[in-house]
C-alpha cells in the first residue's frame, strides 16, 4: 500500500514540476479494478452466508420498533445511501451525519466518517444498537429470529455451535454487504482499453482531476479514496475524527474521504449532505474551503474555466455504472 500511494504522489507530483500533464497511462494502473473480493480468514465468503445476510440487511425486524432495516438508510436505488442531507432514525427525525454508501465496503480498512469502527462486523452492530438509528437490542432480536423457523435454521445450518447469536448475525451481514460492489462503469471499461467507452469531455477531466485539481491527492486507487480523514474547511460543529481520536493529528472536523463511485444516484453529499448536487461540491472544492488551523494543507483553492468544469464533471459521471435492480429477498415468517 506504501508503494501504491508513493507511486501515485511521484505521477501526480512529477507533472506538477513539469508543469505537464499528470500520466495517464500510469494513473489507469492505479485505477483498476481489483480481481477479487477480500474476506478474512475468520468469516470466509460462502452464499449461504452471504444470502441470510442480505434477508437480515432488509428485514425491520432487527430495529427496536420492527419498522426500519439496515436498507433504510442503505438503499440500493441511491447508491447504497438515501437521498436526504441526513439520516433519519428511530425517533423519525434528520441525525446529523448522511448515511454513508456500502459500496465497495470490503476494501475499507475503517468505517463510519470518523473511523470509529475497524471492521464490517463492528460498523453492522453500531446502527442497529445506537438509541437515536435502529434502537434495537440483540437479545430480543435474537430471540425474534430464533422464534422464526426459517432463520432459525439456516443459523442453526451455518453457525452449528451457537444458532443465532448476535456475533452470527454482525457476521452474516458483513458478509452480505462485502458483496455489494459497484458495478463496472464506463470509466473502468476505458482504464481496460475502450477508448470510445467515455467522452474526450471525461478523458480531459480525469487528468484534471489528477492534475489541476488535485482531486486526487485523496480520491485515489479504483475506488477512489485513500481511506484517511482531512479537514475541507467545511463549516460544521461536528469535531469528526476527533470525537473518536481527539489527539490525532489534524483529526478536527476531519472526515473519512469518501469514493466516488456511482456518485450520480448519492446526492446530495458531503458528511451531513451539505451539498445538494455535484456542481455545488465541486464550487466548494473550487473556494477552498474556510480557513481554520486544523485544514487540511492538501485543500487549497483552484479555479477552473467553464469548459474545464464540465469536462472535470464528465468524470465524475462516468465513474457511475449502469443501474441495475437489487431483488429484495423474501423475508421468512
Same mark, same amino acid.
Given at each position: 500500500?506504501?508503494?501504491r500511494?508513493?507511486?501515485?504522489a511521484?505521477i501526480?507530483?512529477?507533472g506538477a514540476?513539469?508543469?505537464?500533464?499528470?500520466?495517464?497511462a500510469?494513473l489507469?494502473a492505479l485505477?483498476r +479494478?481489483? %480481481?477479487?473480493?477480500?474476506f478474512?480468514?475468520?468469516?470466509?465468503?460462502?452464499p449461504? @452466508?452471504?444470502?441470510?445476510?442480505k434477508?437480515?440487511?432488509?428485514?425491520?425486524?432487527l430495529?427496536g420498533?420492527?419498522?426500519?432495516?439496515? $436498507? &433504510?438508510?442503505?438503499?440500493?436505488?441511491?447508491?447504497y445511501?438515501?437521498?436526504?442531507p441526513?439520516a433519519?432514525?428511530?425517533?423519525? #427525525?434528520?441525525?446529523?451525519?448522511?448515511?454513508p454508501?456500502i459500496l465497495?465496503?470490503?476494501w475499507m480498512?475503517v468505517?463510519f466518517?470518523?473511523?470509529? %469502527?475497524?471492521t464490517?462486523e463492528a460498523?453492522?452492530?453500531?446502527?442497529?444498537?445506537?438509541?437515536v438509528?435502529?434502537n434495537?437490542?440483540?437479545?430480543?432480536?435474537?430471540g425474534?429470529?430464533?422464534?422464526?423457523p426459517?432463520?432459525?435454521?439456516?443459523? +442453526?445450518? @451455518?453457525?452449528p455451535?451457537t444458532?443465532?447469536?448476535r456475533e452470527a448475525v454482525l457476521? $452474516?451481514i %458483513?458478509?452480505y454487504e462485502?458483496?455489494?460492489?459497484?458495478?463496472? $462503469?464506463p470509466f473502468?471499461r476505458?482504464?481496460e482499453g475502450?477508448?470510445?467507452?467515455?467522452?474526450?469531455?471525461?478523458?480531459r477531466?480525469? %487528468?484534471?482531476?489528477?492534475?489541476?485539481a488535485r482531486? $486526487?491527492?485523496?480520491?485515489?486507487?479504483?475506488?477512489?479514496?485513500?481511506?484517511?480523514?482531512h479537514d475541507?474547511g467545511?463549516p460544521t460543529r461536528?469535531l469528526?475524527r476527533a470525537?473518536v481520536a481527539?489527539d490525532?493529528p489534524?483529526?478536527?472536523?476531519a472526515?473519512? #474521504?469518501?469514493?466516488?463511485r456511482?456518485? !450520480?444516484?448519492?446526492a446530495?453529499f458531503?458528511?451531513a449532505?451539505?451539498?445538494?448536487? @455535484?456542481e455545488?461540491i465541486?464550487?466548494?472544492?473550487? &473556494?477552498?474551503?474556510?480557513?481554520?488551523?486544523s485544514?487540511?494543507? *492538501?485543500?487549497?483553492?483552484?479555479?477552473?474555466?467553464?469548459?474545464?468544469? @464540465?469536462d472535470?464533471?464528465a468524470?465524475?459521471r462516468s465513474l457511475?455504472?449502469?443501474q441495475t435492480? !437489487?431483488a429484495?429477498?423474501n *423475508?421468512?415468517?
Open positions: 500500500m506504501k508503494l500511494v508513493f507511486t501515485l511521484a501526480l507530483l512529477g514540476a513539469a508543469s505537464a500533464e499528470p500520466d495517464i500510469a489507469k485505477h +479494478r481489483p %480481481a477479487s473480493i477480500p478474512p480468514e475468520a468469516a470466509p465468503y460462502s449461504q @452466508l452471504a444470502t441470510l445476510g434477508m437480515l440487511f432488509f428485514d425491520p425486524r430495529s420498533m420492527q419498522n426500519l432495516s439496515c $436498507a &433504510s438508510c442503505h438503499n440500493p436505488s441511491f447508491g445511501e438515501v437521498p436526504v441526513g433519519i432514525g428511530a425517533t423519525n #427525525t434528520p441525525l446529523g451525519r448522511k448515511a454508501t465497495n465496503a470490503a480498512p468505517l466518517w470518523d473511523g470509529r %469502527a475497524p464490517l460498523q453492522a452492530q453500531g446502527p442497529i444498537t445506537a438509541a438509528e435502529m434495537g437490542k440483540f437479545p430480543e432480536i435474537v425474534r429470529l430464533k422464534a422464526i426459517d432463520y432459525d435454521a439456516q443459523f +442453526r445450518r @451455518l453457525f455451535e444458532g443465532a447469536s457476521t $452474516a %458483513a458478509t462485502r458483496t455489494v460492489v459497484a458495478g463496472w $462503469a473502468d476505458w482504464v475502450s477508448e470510445d467507452a467515455i467522452t474526450p469531455a471525461a478523458k477531466g480525469f %487528468a484534471l482531476f489528477a492534475g489541476k482531486c $486526487a491527492a485523496c480520491h485515489t486507487g479504483w475506488n477512489f479514496t485513500d481511506n484517511k480523514f475541507l467545511i461536528d469528526g470525537g481527539p490525532e489534524g483529526a478536527r472536523h472526515f473519512k #474521504t469518501p469514493g466516488l456511482n456518485l !450520480t444516484y448519492r446530495p458531503g458528511h449532505g451539505q451539498f445538494a448536487d @455535484l455545488a465541486l464550487a466548494f472544492y473550487e &473556494s477552498g474551503g474556510i480557513d481554520r488551523p485544514k487540511s494543507p *492538501l485543500m487549497h483553492r483552484f479555479e477552473l474555466s467553464a469548459p474545464e468544469r @464540465l472535470l464533471l468524470f465524475l457511475t455504472a449502469e435492480e !437489487t429484495l429477498p *423475508l421468512p415468517n
